[in-house]
């Protein structure tokens, strides 16, 4: 059996079209997923659950992607998260801030299934 499939992840995404086919994937892989729709209620979540990978939409309010990967890149309990920033228009100076502040990857919206499969197959660089 894979090791991605005893993966959880949090997904923070306030954009149902793209999160629901997300969500599922995540879920046909085998993943054990957790959705929210609030940067806040999201860093909840993922102190509460401790996620191997989360999956976080950067323009988001009124607390931004960037806050919240600032936060946990500073709490040694998420030193081993793989974070993958998401956007749907995305520029380069965004991916270098956003590569800047702690996030391992940065993603055009919506993800690709073959994109999700090499992420969830992935461990995050020491």
Request: glycine share 4%; proline share 6%; aromatic share 10%.
């Amino acid at each position: 059996m894979p090791d991605w499939i005893s993966k959880t992840v949090l997904v923070v995404d306030n954009n149902p079209a793209n999160t629901d086919s997300l969500v599922m994937l995540l879920n046909k892989f085998g993943c054990r997923t957790y959705h929210v729709d609030d940067t806040e209620i999201g860093l909840g979540y993922a102190y509460t659950i401790l996620p191997d990978v989360i999956f976080h939409e950067l323009n988001m309010t009124p607390m931004d992607g960037f806050a919240a990967a600032a936060m946990l890149r500073k709490d040694p309990q998420f030193q081993n998260t793989l974070l993958v920033a998401m956007v749907e228009f995305p520029s380069d100076e965004e991916s270098e801030r956003a590569r800047s502040i702690g996030y391992d990857l940065y993603l055009h919206k919506p993800i690709d299934l073959y994109v999700l499969n090499l992420i969830l197959q992935r461990e995050r660089p020491h």
